[in-house]
């Protein structure tokens, strides 16, 4: 068990390195000079000059990528070009938000999507399945920014149920989390429903019905928990698609989330901000799915002997 | 030349047998022949501004209304069809040039070059793939085209390792060990032989990438980083409705149901698909 965690977490250093590369290449392979694009065609050469020496760009690629992956190392970002503020600041202050966000969708997502997929395949081919399936398939093909607006149109503006936007109470987050939820909702539920299919079928639900155990303790106890495999790696993946789907849901529902700050940044030209978030979102989208490889060695013994 | 006969019968028998799957392929057709006689559909011009007639809700003469700039609404979503449907084509095209020659070289040849593409493709699927998109477009700046090519890059990863695996499965093949018996150069054995058998799984892929294609376009035009004015795409479109929210929620709600159906068709069709080509895929793709 020991072994397979460690080589595991070895073999995610490379994959980080190639993030943290591939984000240090994008900024630079903007065509023409990014200094002036940041700083803006109308603004003085002293400005142009200040941002170039402040982002090293004055200096050859190697050297830039050594100070940026040393920096780095030391948990320095940068500096927006805009507020001149360290990235880390900004970031610092914009990542709650956003992990309040991803959790409470997820929450959601787990909690329905189970839910709806036991109950799918437990009555495979009723009505109540048909129906479930129906409303994952709506959850996965409804465009987020979509579902969020017209949410927003019916329990905000006319209903007056909840705000229109912004974060502070638990009814600012009912709708966001609902919008950005519904896409894994979808995908849990018809991986829970394939899944448990497939384990209802085997030999050792038959003999545990055979020996009369009943319907609930061999759907709960012995189905669910050998049906969950592959929905733990789907839960995983769902989360950085949450991750990034806030970036739109945050926009709709004006969240000081890490995706609206990216968006602004994008608008601003602040290229040290959007940088760095792109980085902190993949960097947590790639540590959740080490802790899921991880989570899926303590849930299937077979795993960690491959 | 036969097998794709029989990816042809069997997808079409697949299809038969699956009604939602039917349902998906009336959408899709639908959207295709919307697309192709937009000129003929569409009441009025998509790019006509009429500011007196501005955020008027649907009537008898603007079925769905007019926009912020009094542009009939319904026109400018009959010629949004091209453009999503350029972007399914365009990004789907661009994952493939590169995903499935990228996969079968990695599959049938292993080795070192194996395991970089390995270490490659998790890199890239660090990367949730919108996001990936988001930084592409800084990187080339917001237009439409640019969106597609970055969606096209983004969903690169999954065919690669889609064909990848596939390859891998019938390197050692016996119909392949005889073509190269017989004295067949490696390029012939992967398009006669490898190519025509990973087909299935591409196709299923493709059909629901045309749809996540979609979706992020949609997306990235709504974040202002894909399609610009006065082009009718309806991501941008249901964007700038945003602001007349609270007086003319048919701005935007129109085009989201557009994207909303579109999508459904190609994943409704593309589920059909993968139950009849390949149902190992369930789950997968």
């Known amino acids: 068990m020991f072994s397979y965690v460690v080589r595991r977490l070895l ?44 982002l090293g760009l004055d200096r050859p690629l190697a050297v830039q990528y050594g100070i940026y992956i040393w920096n780095l190392v030391r948990g320095d970002l940068g500096e927006s070009v805009r507020t001149r503020r360290p990235v880390t600041q900004e970031l610092g202050f914009r990542l709650p938000a956003t992990l309040e966000l991803a959790s409470a969708s997820m929450a959601i997502a787990v909690v329905l999507g189970l839910t709806a997929g036991i109950i799918s395949a437990t009555r495979q081919y009723s009505i109540l399945d048909y129906a479930t399936m129906v409303g994952a398939l709506v959850g996965i093909s409804i465009p987020v920014f979509w579902f969020g607006l017209m949410a927003m149109w019916i329990f905000s503006v006319r209903l007056g149920w909840f705000p229109v936007g912004g974060r502070g109470t638990l009814r600012h987050l009912v709708l966001p989390a609902i919008t950005l939820g519904a896409m894994a909702t979808g995908m849990i539920a018809r991986m829970t429903r394939s899944s448990m299919l497939e384990v209802l079928r085997q030999d050792y639900i038959r003999t545990g019905k055979a020996k009369g155990l009943t319907e609930r303790s061999v759907n709960l106890r012995h189905a669910l928990r050998n049906a969950l495999i592959p929905v733990v790696t789907v839960v995983g993946l769902q989360f950085g698609g949450l991750l990034a789907g806030s970036v739109l849901t945050e926009t709709v529902f004006t969240w000081p989330g890490v995706g609206r700050l990216m968006v602004d940044s994008i608008t601003n030209r602040d290229y040290p901000v959007v940088q760095g978030a792109v980085l902190v979102i993949a960097l947590v989208f790639t540590a959740v799915n080490l802790l899921v490889d991880l989570a899926y060695s303590f849930v299937d013994p077979r795993i960690r002997y491959d | 030349m036969a097998r794709s006969r029989h990816l042809l019968w069997d997808a079409a028998r697949g299809l038969v047998r699956h009604r939602s799957a039917l349902v998906g392929l009336a959408v899709v057709t639908a959207l295709l022949l919307v697309a192709l006689f937009a000129p003929l559909l569409a009441p009025h011009d998509p790019l006509l501004p009429r500011m007196r007639e501005r955020l008027t809700p649907p009537s008898s003469k603007h079925w769905l209304g007019q926009d912020e700039l009094g542009r009939d609404i319904l026109s400018r979503i009959i010629y949004g069809a091209r453009i999503s449907l350029t972007i399914g084509i365009v990004s789907v095209g661009v994952g493939m040039a590169v995903g499935v020659p990228w996969g079968l070289a990695s599959g049938f040849y292993g080795g070192k070059f194996d395991i970089l593409t390995q270490r490659s493709i998790d890199i890239l699927l660090s990367f949730p793939s919108i996001l990936l998109a988001i930084l592409i477009v800084t990187v080339l700046g917001p237009s439409l085209w640019n969106a597609m090519v970055a969606i096209g890059i983004a969903s690169i990863p999954a065919y690669t390792r889609v064909v990848r695996g596939s390859t891998l499965a019938i390197r050692d093949a016996e119909y392949v060990q005889a073509a190269r018996a017989m004295g067949a150069a490696d390029a012939r054995i992967l398009v006669r032989h490898v190519l025509p058998n990973v087909l299935g799984p591409v196709v299923v892929l493709s059909t629901l990438y045309t749809a996540s294609a979609i979706l992020t376009a949609a997306g990235l035009g709504f974040l202002g980083l894909g399609a610009q004015a006065p082009t009718p795409e309806w991501g941008a479109m249901l964007s700038r409705g945003r602001e007349y929210l609270r007086v003319a929620p048919h701005v935007s709600a129109f085009p989201g149901l557009a994207i909303f159906v579109s999508v459904l068709g190609f994943n409704l069709l593309g589920d059909g698909l993968r139950d009849a080509l390949d149902p190992r895929l369930r789950g997968k793709v």
């Open chain 1, 11 to 54: 073999l995610a250093i490379p994959v980080l390195l190639g993030v943290v590369t591939l984000v240090f290449l994008a900024l630079r392979l903007i065509p023409g000079d990014p200094a002036l694009i940041m700083a803006g065609e109308a603004a003085p050469q002293e400005v142009v000059a200040r941002i170039r020496t402040q």
